[in-house]
């Protein structure tokens, strides 16, 4: 009796397939199904497989292609090989060119990472610095105390790009500008 729960769409297959957990499971399954499945199709699995695409083992009637690399295999081993003859350094192992690419990708993410938190302490530095512009402004304290603290938040905007955070950015600048704009009117000359 075919099972209806473990049933699950494989991505290699491009199809819904019968889905196990461990090798054993699949090859009980067969065990126990063969002959039921003969009688009413005529078919019957007779083998199971590790699929890759979904970390998991099928079983299949086809002896066709026993041995022959499934699709997502065919994929990973084309990018590696391509990665390879790319990045490969004459003199050095295969698995030296893999870690140093590893190596080299997690360095770039690291530094990304880096710059975001950067990003987002700038940020909200500047954040509190408008808050506290805003009540000098409100008070009408000192006057230079607040245009210092505005040009020196404006040079830190311009100053610290960082991507992803543009529109932040910009949306400080114009508060900045803002304030500066209400500092003018408050501090004019009579």
């Known amino acids: 009796m075919r099972p209806s729960k473990s049933r699950a769409y494989c991505k290699d297959a491009q199809r819904f397939k019968i889905f196990f957990k461990t090798e054993n499971k699949a090859q009980n399954f067969i065990k126990f199904n063969h002959a039921e499945m003969i009688e009413e199709s005529g078919f019957a699995?007779?083998?199971c497989y590790y699929c890759i695409a979904c970390d998991g083992w099928h079983v299949s009637s086809s002896r066709r292609f026993e041995n022959a690399a499934n699709k997502t295999e065919l994929v990973i081993q084309a990018f590696t090989a391509e990665t390879l003859t790319v990045n490969h350094i004459p003199?050095?192992?295969t698995e030296d060119a893999i870690q140093k690419k590893v190596t080299t990708k997690k360095i770039e993410k690291n530094n990304l990472f880096i710059q975001q938190e950067k990003a987002?302490?700038?940020?909200?530095?500047i954040s509190q610095r408008i808050q506290t512009i805003s009540l000098l402004l409100d008070k009408k304290s000192d006057k230079i105390l607040i245009y210092n603290l505005i040009h020196e938040s404006q040079r830190l905007l311009t100053k610290n790009r960082a991507p992803g955070f543009d529109t932040q950015i910009d949306e400080f600048k114009n508060l900045l500008h803002t304030q500066k704009a209400k500092a003018n009117h408050i501090f004019k000359d009579p």
């Open 45 to 47: 699995p007779t083998r």
């Open 91 to 93: 003199g050095t192992s």
């Open 120 to 125: 987002e302490r700038l940020l909200q530095k």
